[in-house]
């Protein structure tokens, strides 16, 4: 109920101030495992990529912004997953992991953090590892901003990544780098 009430409560927010286009919503599988990568240009990327879907989505948030006495609590209802930030975090491997093994939704930006020049960045290893490993519907989004007050921002989000052909047989150290350039560059079509 509370993920309901604050995605009600940021819509009119984001209609108000920062009004969203959208497009391809249609592409987010309405059940199964789904993971949302898109590009990461503000700290209103978060609830702009989830707050008109259907689904409940889950973002990971740095460690810090749990011991934030109301906001802690309120991040921690809407369902983000703490991570340490700057090292390999086993628990946020494994809770990402879980939501995705009951079928749940995890957006991540695969850049790791805002990319401060606007321009799309390289990405990390961690979104390709959850995609070969959960076996998710890879779901590529791009934010074209910036935000500004009573402007419109666009999210589009794409159609699924084919990645049929990486999850057959090879390793995956073999094709993570492979896979993390494959979702990169479908961000990027999409900014």
């Known amino acids: 109920m509370f993920y309901i009430f604050a995605r009600a409560v940021l819509r009119i927010f984001y209609r108000i101030f920062y009004p969203l286009q959208l497009r391809g919503s249609e592409h987010v599988p309405n059940e199964g495992p789904v993971l949302l990568c898109s590009n990461h240009i503000s700290l209103l990327d978060p609830p702009a990529i989830g707050i008109y879907l259907k689904r409940k989505v889950s973002f990971f948030a740095k460690e810090e912004l749990f011991k934030v006495p109301l906001l802690g609590a ?6 983000a997953i703490p991570v340490k930030r700057g090292a390999a975090d086993r628990k946020a491997l ?15 930006f695969p850049e790791g953090t805002r990319a401060k020049s606007g ?23 791009g934010i074209r901003g910036p935000y500004k007050l009573f402007r419109k921002t666009t999210i589009t989000y794409g159609p699924p990544i084919e990645l049929s052909s990486y999850r057959n047989g090879k390793s995956a150290a073999a094709v993570t780098d492979e896979i993390s350039d494959l979702i990169m560059e479908h961000i990027r079509r999409l900014v």
């Open 74 to 79: 309120a991040i921690r209802r809407l369902g």
């Open 94 to 108: 494994s809770a990402t992991l879980q939501v995705l093994e009951k079928g749940g939704v995890v957006g991540i």
């Open 119 to 141: 321009q799309v960045e390289a990405g990390k290893k961690g979104a390709a590892f959850f995609a070969l490993r959960s076996q998710a519907t890879v779901i590529p989004v």
